[in-house]
């Protein structure tokens, strides 16, 4: 079975500073993986994935991940943070093509940026 | 394109009452899935829909949880009766299906508060 594990619940950065968020996952087969943000009070939302093609993935609001298969990681990062980044963040994993987009997801970390 | 659009937001009721959630996904999607998410955590599945086929329901509480897809396009989500360990977000998703290049599209969720 797949899991995710997401370093640190919560990181504070300075407005402008790089935002880099950690994820590792467990599996046996090539994984999809996918970053979600999260709003106060709202559901999650697409922030990009890797699907096997490129394995530096772009996504919006200037995100941005990299797939390593040595490390088993797929960090986010954001070069320049900005006040509207603060939300919580899901990494997560799909990898069984019978189950679907079945996702597992990880237990999230809270970024909260300084002015 | 209209999101997947859940109702009520929020739901306060005593432990042993039942409760019911409600989900209209985005038009097309044959995928519908519920996720329960804690306070702090990720969302972890409960069951996912194909059309109106529920093909993973292994981690539903079939004790006390119910759900129903209609017609494959809306879906209603019941506990019945509610524990004080129910007390989390529901949230309703909605993709295309398939596996990894369709990805989950999230409502804002249900806030469950049981007393």
Avoid at chain 1, 55 to 75: D, P
Avoid at chain 2, 30 to 43: A, E, I, K, M, V
Wanted: hydrophobic residues 35%; proline residues 5%; charged residues 20%.
């Amino acid at each position: 079975a797949q899991s995710v594990t997401q370093l640190g619940s919560h990181v504070s950065v300075s407005e402008g500073a790089l935002v880099l968020l950690r994820c590792n996952y467990s599996s046996s087969v090539p994984p999809y993986l996918f970053w979600y943000v999260q709003y106060p009070n709202q559901g999650l939302q697409l922030l990009l994935k890797y699907t096997s093609a490129a394995t530096l993935v772009k996504g919006i609001n200037g995100f941005e991940a990299e797939f390593k298969k040595s490390e088993t990681s797929f960090h986010l990062t954001k070069p320049s943070a900005h006040m509207s980044d603060a939300a919580e963040y899901f990494c997560a994993v799909s990898v069984d093509k019978a189950a679907g987009n079945k996702l597992t997801f990880g237990g999230g970390t809270r970024v909260l940026v300084k002015p | 394109e209209a999101g997947v659009v859940q109702s009520p937001r929020y739901k306060i009721i005593e432990k042993k009452q039942p409760v019911a959630f409600w989900c209209n996904p985005i038009s097309g999607h044959n995928t519908l899935y519920w996720y329960r998410q804690n306070l702090g955590q990720g969302p972890e599945l409960l069951i996912r829909y194909e059309n109106e086929e529920a093909v993973d329901d292994s981690q539903l509480p079939k004790d006390r949880f119910s759900a129903e897809r209609l017609k494959g396009v809306d879906s209603t989500l019941k506990i019945q009766p509610a524990e004080l360990g129910d007390s989390a977000v529901y949230l309703c998703a909605s993709s295309l299906g398939g596996f990894g290049n369709s990805p989950l599209h999230f409502g804002n969720g249900t806030r469950l508060t049981v007393t």
